[in-house]
C-alpha cells in the first residue's frame, strides 16, 4: 500500500486526518445510488437471458407463430413444430452463451439471479397481454422488447467507470480511490477505503510473487481436480433439477392438462420464482450453504416424483379436460417445486461454486463451470420435445433421480463455507475435512510445546532480558497471559 506520504499526497483532502493518526470509522452507508445502479447494469444479463426463457415459452403457444414458423399437419389441419424445430428455436440461445462462459470470466452472484427471474416474470406478463392478438404483433412485439435490454446495457457500459481493482494494476490509484469513494459514499480518508487498498495491494503483491500460472494447475493444483469436477457437477446439477423444463415449455405442457389459458399459470410460476428468490437470499446467511442445497434438492425430488405419476397415471392425456384434479394438483406440485428452486439452486450454487476454488484459479474454474451449466441448458432444451414424446410426463422421473443424486453430490462433496474466509475454505479442501463435519470444523491450534519455544526464543533479546531481570513475576504472568488470548484467538479462527 501506499505510504502515509503517498496517500497525504494523493488526498490533500484527509492530510490533516491521515497526520493526525486516524481514519474516519463511521460506518459506511448500506447502499448508493451509484452502487445500485452499478450492481443493476453489471447483472443486466440476467434480465436478457431471463426475458428470453419467458418469451420464448409463450413463442411456442402462439398460433402466428406456429403458423410462420411451424410445420402443417394436413390430417389434422393444424400447425405444429417438429421434436426437432422446438428444441432448436429453444436451445439456440444457449450456444452462444456456451461460448461466452469459455472466453470471459464470469459474473456469478445472487443479483444476477433474482434478475434472471425478473426476467422471466417480465416476458410472461407481456405474453399474456399480446397472446390474443391475431397478426405477428403476439409475439413481435415481446422480441421488439427484448431488445431493450442490451440496448440499456450497452448505453450503461459506456458511462460505467473502470474497476478499482483495475484501475489499482494499472498504478491509477488516485482515481481508483476516487471511484471507490464515489461507490461507497465516504470520504477518501475513510477506514474502508484503506482496508480494501491495503487487500488490493496484498493480492497484487501474492500474485506477482507466484508468477503466471498454467491452465492445468486447475486439475494438478493442491486438491484441485476433485473441486474443478465438483464445481462443473454443482452447476450442471443446477439445470438437471428440471427447472427450465417447466421455464421453457410451460405453456406446452399446462395447456396440454387442460388449462384454458396456460399463460396465466406461467405468471403464477413467474411469480413464485421472483417472491422465494429473496428468502432464499436470506437463508443461505442464516443456515448456511449444505443444509439448503440439501433440503432443496429433496423437496425438488419429491415434487418431480408427485408431478410425473399424476401426469402419467391420474392425467387423461386424450382429454385433459376429464381430468381437471389432475392437472390442478400438477400445477401445483409445480409452484412448489420452483418455490423450491428459487429459494436454493437458483441462487445458491453460484456462490458455493465461487467459494470452491482459491483466486489463482476461480476464473477459468468458474469459466468451465458455468460451460457446463449453459451444455445443460441446451441439451435439455433441445432433446424435451423428443423425451416427452416417448415417454410424456415420466420425465420427470429423471429429473427427480438428478435432484436426489444432487443433494448426495452436495451431502459428501461440498464444505460448508459460511462464516469462513476464502483462505479458510481452502485449507479445508486441501485438508479434506470431512464435507458432514465442515461445519463443526476448527483451525488446529499451534501445541503448547511449539508455543513455548517461541516464547523462549523471542525472549531471547537484550531489552527482554532486561525486563525479565527487573520483573520476573509480571512477565510471567503477561506471558501465560498473551498464550491464553493466543489460544482464544486461534479458536475463534473459524
Same mark, same amino acid.
Given at each position: 500500500?501506499?505510504?502515509?506520504?503517498?496517500?497525504?499526497?494523493?488526498?490533500?483532502?484527509?492530510?490533516?486526518?491521515?497526520?493526525?493518526?486516524?481514519?474516519?470509522?463511521?460506518?459506511?452507508?448500506?447502499?448508493?445510488?451509484?452502487?445500485?445502479?452499478?450492481?443493476?447494469?453489471?447483472?443486466?444479463?440476467?434480465?436478457?437471458?431471463?426475458?428470453?426463457?419467458?418469451?420464448?415459452?409463450?413463442?411456442?403457444?402462439?398460433?402466428?407463430?406456429?403458423?410462420?414458423?411451424?410445420?402443417?399437419?394436413?390430417?389434422?389441419?393444424?400447425?405444429?413444430?417438429?421434436?426437432?424445430?422446438?428444441?432448436?428455436?429453444?436451445?439456440?440461445?444457449?450456444?452462444?452463451?456456451?461460448?461466452?462462459?469459455?472466453?470471459?470470466?464470469?459474473?456469478?452472484?445472487?443479483?444476477?439471479?433474482?434478475?434472471?427471474?425478473?426476467?422471466?416474470?417480465?416476458?410472461?406478463?407481456?405474453?399474456?397481454?399480446?397472446?390474443?392478438?391475431?397478426?405477428?404483433?403476439?409475439?413481435?412485439?415481446?422480441?421488439?422488447?427484448?431488445?431493450?435490454?442490451?440496448?440499456?446495457?450497452?448505453?450503461?457500459?459506456? /458511462?460505467?467507470?473502470?474497476?478499482?481493482?483495475?484501475?489499482?494494476?494499472?498504478?491509477?490509484?488516485?482515481?481508483?480511490?476516487?471511484?471507490?469513494?464515489?461507490?461507497?459514499?465516504?470520504?477518501?480518508?475513510?477506514?474502508?477505503?484503506?482496508?480494501? &487498498?491495503?487487500?488490493?495491494?496484498?493480492?497484487?503483491?501474492?500474485?506477482?510473487?507466484?508468477?503466471?500460472? !498454467?491452465?492445468?494447475?486447475?486439475?494438478?493444483?493442491?486438491?484441485?481436480?476433485?473441486?474443478?469436477?465438483?464445481?462443473?457437477?454443482?452447476?450442471?446439477?443446477?439445470?438437471?433439477?428440471?427447472?427450465?423444463?417447466?421455464?421453457?415449455?410451460?405453456?406446452?405442457?399446462?395447456?396440454?392438462?387442460?388449462?384454458?389459458?396456460?399463460?396465466?399459470?406461467?405468471?403464477?410460476?413467474?411469480?413464485?420464482?421472483?417472491?422465494?428468490?429473496?428468502?432464499?437470499?436470506?437463508?443461505?446467511?442464516?443456515?448456511?450453504?449444505?443444509?439448503?442445497?440439501?433440503?432443496?434438492?429433496?423437496?425438488?425430488?419429491?415434487?418431480?416424483?408427485? /408431478?410425473?405419476?399424476?401426469?402419467?397415471?391420474?392425467?387423461?392425456?386424450?382429454?385433459?379436460?376429464?381430468?381437471?384434479?389432475?392437472?390442478?394438483?400438477?400445477?401445483?406440485?409445480?409452484?412448489?417445486?420452483?418455490?423450491? /428452486?428459487?429459494?436454493?439452486?437458483?441462487?445458491?450454487?453460484?456462490?458455493?461454486?465461487?467459494?470452491?476454488? !482459491?483466486?489463482?484459479?476461480?476464473?477459468?474454474?468458474?469459466?468451465?463451470?458455468?460451460?457446463?451449466?449453459?451444455?445443460?441448458? &441446451?441439451?435439455?432444451? &433441445? /432433446?424435451?420435445?423428443?423425451?416427452?414424446?416417448?415417454?410424456?410426463?415420466?420425465?420427470?422421473?429423471?429429473?427427480?433421480?438428478?435432484?436426489?443424486?444432487?443433494?448426495?453430490?452436495?451431502? &459428501?462433496?461440498?464444505?460448508?463455507?459460511?462464516?469462513?474466509?476464502?483462505?479458510?475454505?481452502?485449507?479445508?479442501?486441501?485438508?479434506?475435512?470431512?464435507?458432514?463435519?465442515?461445519?463443526?470444523?476448527?483451525?488446529?491450534?499451534?501445541?503448547?510445546?511449539?508455543?513455548?519455544?517461541?516464547?523462549?526464543?523471542?525472549?531471547?533479546?537484550?531489552?527482554?532480558?532486561?525486563?525479565?531481570?527487573?520483573?520476573?513475576?509480571?512477565?510471567?504472568?503477561?506471558?501465560?497471559?498473551?498464550?491464553?488470548?493466543?489460544?482464544?484467538?486461534?479458536?475463534?479462527?473459524?
Amino acid at each position: 500500500m501506499s505510504t502515509a506520504n503517498d496517500f497525504t499526497t494523493e488526498m490533500p483532502h484527509a492530510a490533516v486526518v491521515v497526520e493526525n493518526g486516524g481514519h474516519d470509522e463511521s460506518p459506511p452507508p448500506y447502499y448508493t445510488t451509484r452502487t445500485l445502479i452499478m450492481t443493476i447494469l453489471a447483472s443486466m444479463g440476467g434480465l436478457i437471458f431471463g426475458f428470453d426463457v419467458g418469451q420464448i415459452s409463450g413463442f411456442l403457444a402462439m398460433d402466428n407463430f406456429r403458423q410462420r414458423f411451424g410445420e402443417y399437419d394436413a390430417i389434422t389441419g393444424l400447425y405444429y413444430f417438429s421434436n426437432v424445430r422446438a428444441g432448436l428455436i429453444v436451445g439456440l440461445l444457449a450456444i452462444g452463451n456456451l461460448f461466452g462462459a469459455l472466453i470471459a470470466a464470469p459474473i456469478a452472484n445472487r443479483c444476477f439471479q433474482l434478475l434472471i427471474t425478473l426476467g422471466i416474470l417480465v416476458a410472461n406478463i407481456i405474453n399474456f397481454g399480446t397472446e390474443r392478438i391475431e397478426s405477428s404483433a403476439s409475439w413481435r412485439i415481446t422480441l421488439g422488447i427484448s431488445f431493450l435490454w442490451p440496448l440499456i446495457l450497452g448505453i450503461g457500459m459506456v /458511462f460505467m467507470p473502470e474497476s478499482p481493482k483495475y484501475m489499482f494494476r494499472e498504478n491509477r490509484k488516485t482515481e481508483a480511490r476516487e471511484v471507490m469513494c464515489s461507490y461507497l459514499g465516504v470520504a477518501q480518508n475513510h477506514s474502508t477505503v484503506a482496508k480494501e &487498498f491495503r487487500e488490493m495491494e496484498q493480492k497484487l503483491n501474492d500474485e506477482e510473487a507466484s508468477g503466471d500460472r !498454467p491452465w492445468y494447475e486447475i486439475f494438478t493444483g493442491p486438491r484441485m481436480a476433485y473441486r474443478t469436477l465438483l464445481g462443473i457437477a454443482l452447476m450442471s446439477f443446477q439445470q438437471l433439477t428440471g427447472a427450465n423444463f417447466f421455464f421453457y415449455y410451460g405453456t406446452v405442457i399446462f395447456g396440454a392438462t387442460g388449462m384454458d389459458n396456460p399463460f396465466v399459470i406461467q405468471i403464477i410460476l413467474g411469480t413464485v420464482n421472483v417472491v422465494c428468490t429473496f428468502p432464499g437470499l436470506w437463508m443461505i446467511e442464516k443456515f448456511g450453504r449444505r443444509p439448503c442445497l440439501i433440503i432443496g434438492a429433496t423437496w425438488m425430488c419429491m415434487c418431480f416424483l408427485v /408431478f410425473a405419476s399424476v401426469g402419467h397415471s391420474a392425467l387423461d392425456q386424450q382429454d385433459p379436460e376429464r381430468t381437471p384434479k389432475a392437472g390442478a394438483a400438477m400445477i401445483v406440485f409445480a409452484c412448489l417445486f420452483i418455490a423450491a /428452486f428459487a429459494s436454493t439452486w437458483g441462487p445458491m450454487v453460484w456462490g458455493v461454486t465461487a467459494d470452491l476454488y !482459491p483466486a489463482r484459479y476461480r476464473a477459468i474454474c468458474m469459466s468451465l463451470a458455468i460451460a457446463s451449466n449453459w451444455s445443460w441448458v &441446451f441439451m435439455i432444451a &433441445f /432433446f424435451t420435445p423428443f423425451v416427452t414424446s416417448a415417454i410424456d410426463y415420466r420425465y420427470g422421473y429423471l429429473f427427480a433421480a438428478c435432484c436426489a443424486t444432487a443433494a448426495a453430490t452436495v451431502y &459428501f462433496f461440498v464444505i460448508e463455507p459460511k462464516g469462513r474466509t476464502m483462505e479458510e475454505v481452502d485449507n479445508m479442501y486441501v485438508a479434506r475435512v470431512k464435507p458432514w463435519q465442515s461445519s463443526c470444523w476448527t483451525a488446529p491450534v499451534r501445541d503448547d510445546t511449539a508455543r513455548a519455544e517461541s516464547g523462549a526464543a523471542a525472549s531471547d533479546s537484550g531489552a527482554a532480558k532486561e525486563l525479565e531481570t527487573s520483573e520476573p513475576e509480571q512477565n510471567t504472568m503477561t506471558a501465560a497471559g498473551n498464550d491464553d488470548e493466543e489460544w482464544e484467538s486461534q479458536a475463534q479462527y473459524v
